[in-house]
């Protein structure tokens, strides 16, 4: 039962897992471009494209949706 809901949750990250895989250098301008790119927002400190100029209140997640 727990390898059958680790891989519905590894089916809903899918882009999120081949983004963290590929390791390839990502560079977006802004959250309008990640998004526009398919990222997956938000967008964490520890994974590709992620930069200190898109997060605005430092916590570790760019491109946040307002709440």
Partial sequence: MALVFL???A????PRLVRLV??????YADCSHARAAGAP??????EPGYR?????????????PWR
């Fill in 7 to 9: 891989g519905f949750l």
């Fill in 11 to 14: 089916y809903l990250n899918y």
């Fill in 22 to 27: 590929e390791n390839k250098p990502v560079y």
């Fill in 41 to 46: 927002t938000p967008i964490y400190r520890w």
């Fill in 52 to 64: 200190p100029e898109m997060d605005g209140d430092d916590d570790g997640a760019a491109c946040e």
